[in-house]
């Protein structure tokens, strides 16, 4: 199986969609000739023309909403956004329009869009370019929220959000651009709404997404070595949220963790919670507890930066507790 | 291109009278060139919009139609003037202000007046209400209620157009606070810049809710604001229907043939409040203003100009007009009759399978 990049992985999945259905078209900024602020589209540009692959002005209202109109009239469109701290100005578009014109037309317009871009933390990049902002769009019924953690899942659910007749917004992660993995080639489709056991375990249940798989599979390690055997889960895909594979595993366990980047207050750790003890209640031995950032804006300073965000750390402490092994 | 006066004064009558013949005569003018079938159509539309209009004000008044909603009256030259030039596949867009055009555009009265009611038969099952009309066999692509959001929508279907290599055209109107606001700037600019076959109608009756537009746009006259796009532009009286038809034919061409935008600032007055829960005078405005703009009426006008040159008859008109308030009963009898949503719609419509 060939090994590549996160970010190869992705725009291997755009091309293939590209090639496999010419409505679909990619628009943002720098996605043509620069090849993409982080290289994500890149080569697409040569391969398509400038008839699909679209160089914006820095005006993300007027392309998401022009993309928007472009669905209502047949096109599937992508739209690159250079990061989703930018995506906050096309935010009325996106739930006010893509998110709400399927219903408020009474089942007459679809919006099959794919609103995408890099997400999440970064190195250093201070309070307005390094956030979490996925329970924004979780919480808008209409939309799909993906968030993928490998390479293969990055290709596989990109793919199915192309084909998806709904508004998807997917959050890629900053860091893991670089990340290598393997990666089925042609028809590799993940669907939406399907979770990922990472690791299985049989000690506790640690919930975690995008870059936090990560973290929460270098805690799992830690904590085997404590004799500590940590099931993970990615759920991958936000909304629609796969609570059951999530209740399966509480049943097996008894104990969760969610770890996530987001801030604490109304984060998507706050409603898997909800989710877990309406349906699970019976067989929880602890509260569930939550591994998230800080609830502040994201400091600049590397050391305040390192306190900001969940690590191994955090999410082995927060282990231990709700095993009660302090 | 002949363009309206946007002067607000009410001081000389004489002088405003003098304009008006002169309005009237120009109007007979292009009427002359017409078909008397097409003018005849013209009138009936706009004589619906008015009594559908008037109607809905009774509705909301009882208590059938809820929310907010934003009456049409006075407008009615814009909406039929500009739609009259399409094609059955063009593409209409509109603010929340939206029965007109959709009247214009032919929706059946009974769905709309069916969707004003909140009931299933309504042209989107009863689930947007006003301001969101939707007709897609119709083209008709929404009333979107959020200021200035459309305009990047428009831009969008229009850049669909191009794509597919469809000859379509899309019309999007919007009042004339939207001028300011940021979604008109960067759709304007990319519709220019990517060559949209879009044609851009600010319906200028000159309030943004309760505020003139000279308090709130840096310019008088709005059209010019495309002069930064370096957009072909145009203004033009909006209470006279052929004068609105001939400016949106123009620029259609140029969208069809040459696959480039324009900005039309139609200059038009609204009657009504800006929705049905403002008063019509009296906060930001006098009731001596409002009368002045309504001598200008444009069905009045067209009905004088129609006349002057022997098209209708003032029996015609009657019995036209009896025959469109029948409609527009039988449109209420339809929505009275329509079945309420029942639960099972609450969840479904968010989405697609």
């Given at each position: 199986m060939p090994v590549m990049q996160y970010r190869e992985a992705l725009n291997q999945a755009m091309r293939e969609e590209m090639l496999r259905d010419d409505r679909v078209f990619l628009l943002g900024e720098e996605v043509g000739a620069y090849n993409?602020?982080?290289?994500?589209?890149?080569?697409l540009l040569d391969e398509f023309g400038p008839h699909r692959v679209l160089d914006t002005p820095i005006a993300e209202l007027g392309f998401t909403g022009l993309a928007v109109g472009a669905a209502m009239a047949g096109l599937r469109p992508i739209v690159e956004v250079m990061?989703?701290?930018?995506s906050i100005l096309a935010l009325d578009q996106v739930v006010n329009g893509a998110a709400k014109m399927l219903y408020m037309s009474g089942g007459q317009f679809g919006i099959p869009m794919v609103l995408r871009g890099p997400g999440g933390s970064a190195h250093q990049?201070?309070?307005?370019?390094?956030?979490?902002?996925?329970a924004w769009y979780c919480h808008v019924p209409g939309l799909k929220v993906v968030m993928p953690a490998t390479p293969a899942d990055a290709k596989g659910l990109l793919k199915s959000a192309i084909r998806d007749d709904n508004p998807v917004v997917f959050i890629e992660s900053e860091v893991l651009y670089g990340m290598k993995g393997d990666v089925p080639e042609g028809e590799h489709m993940i669907p939406l709404g399907v979770a990922d056991i990472k690791r299985p375990g049989n000690d506790v249940t640690v919930i975690a997404h995008s870059k936090m798989v990560h973290v929460a599979m270098e805690a799992a390690k830690e904590l085997e070595a404590e004799g500590i055997d940590a099931e993970v889960i990615d759920?991958?895909?936000?909304?629609?949220?796969?609570?059951g594979t999530l209740v399966e595993s509480l049943k097996k366990t008894n104990r969760a963790v969610i770890v996530e980047e987001?801030?604490?207050?109304?984060?998507v750790g706050a409603q898997i919670v909800d989710l877990l003890q309406a349906q699970a209640f019976d067989y929880l031995d602890a509260p569930i507890l939550r591994v998230s950032?800080?609830?502040?804006?994201?400091?600049?300073?590397k050391s305040l930066e390192h306190l900001a965000f969940p690590d191994p750390r955090s999410v082995v402490a927060a282990v231990r507790r709700v095993l009660n092994r302090q | 291109m002949k363009s309206g006066s946007?002067?607000?004064?009410?001081?000389?009558v004489t002088e405003t009278n003098g304009a008006e013949t002169s309005a009237s005569s120009a109007l007979a003018e292009r009427a002359r060139r017409l078909d008397a079938s097409l003018l005849k159509d013209l009138l009936e539309k706009m004589l619906l919009i008015r009594r559908f209009e008037e109607k809905a004000a009774e509705l909301y008044a009882l208590g059938k139609i809820g929310g907010f909603c934003h009456l049409y009256i006075g407008q009615e030259a814009v909406g039929v003037g500009a739609i009259?030039?399409?094609?059955?596949d063009d593409y209409i867009f509109c603010s929340y202000r939206d029965h007109g055009q959709a009247l214009a555009r032919g929706m059946d009265p009974g769905a709309l007046m069916a969707e004003l009611c909140g009931?299933?038969?309504?042209?989107?099952k009863g689930k947007g209400g006003s301001m969101h009309l939707f007709d897609k066999r119709l083209g008709f692509y929404g009333g979107h209620?959020?200021?200035?959001?459309?305009l990047p929508l428009a831009a969008g279907a229009a850049f669909a157009s191009r794509y597919l290599r469809e000859p379509r055209v899309t019309l999007c109107f919007f009042g004339?606070?939207?001028?300011?606001?940021?979604s008109f700037h960067e759709s304007l600019n990319l519709a220019q810049l990517w060559k949209l076959p879009v044609i851009f109608i600010c319906?200028?009756?000159?309030?943004?809710m309760g505020t003139p537009i000279e308090k709130t746009?840096?310019?008088?006259?709005?059209?010019?604001?495309a002069c930064a796009y370096n957009m072909a532009h145009a203004a033009v009286d909006g209470m006279d229907v052929l004068a609105v038809r001939d400016a949106v034919g123009e620029a259609v061409e140029r969208a069809r043939k040459d696959s480039l935008p324009t900005l039309i600032e139609a200059r038009t007055y609204r009657y009504?409040?800006?929705?049905?829960?403002?008063?019509?005078?009296?906060i930001y405005r006098t009731k001596a203003e409002l009368e002045e703009h309504r001598r200008k009426d444009p069905i009045k006008r067209f009905i004088s100009a129609l006349e002057g040159i022997g098209v209708i008859t003032q029996e015609y008109v009657e019995e036209t007009d009896n025959r469109i308030r029948e409609i527009v009963e039988q449109a209420v009898v339809f929505a009275d009759q329509s079945r309420e949503p029942g639960p099972e719609e609450l969840l479904a419509d968010v989405y697609l399978p």
């Open positions: 993409g602020a982080y290289k994500v589209s890149r080569g990061t989703f701290n930018f990049l201070a309070a307005q370019h390094s956030q979490a902002l996925e759920p991958r895909t936000l909304r629609p949220l796969d609570t987001g801030w604490p207050f109304c984060g950032g800080a609830d502040v804006p994201t400091p600049y300073s | 946007t002067a607000r004064s009410v001081a000389n009259s030039f399409l094609g059955p009931k299933t038969a309504g042209c989107s209620a959020i200021v200035g959001a459309h004339d606070a939207t001028v300011n606001i940021g319906e200028n009756n000159e309030f943004g746009a840096s310019i008088v006259h709005l059209h010019e604001r009504m409040g800006h929705s049905m829960s403002d008063p019509t005078h009296g």
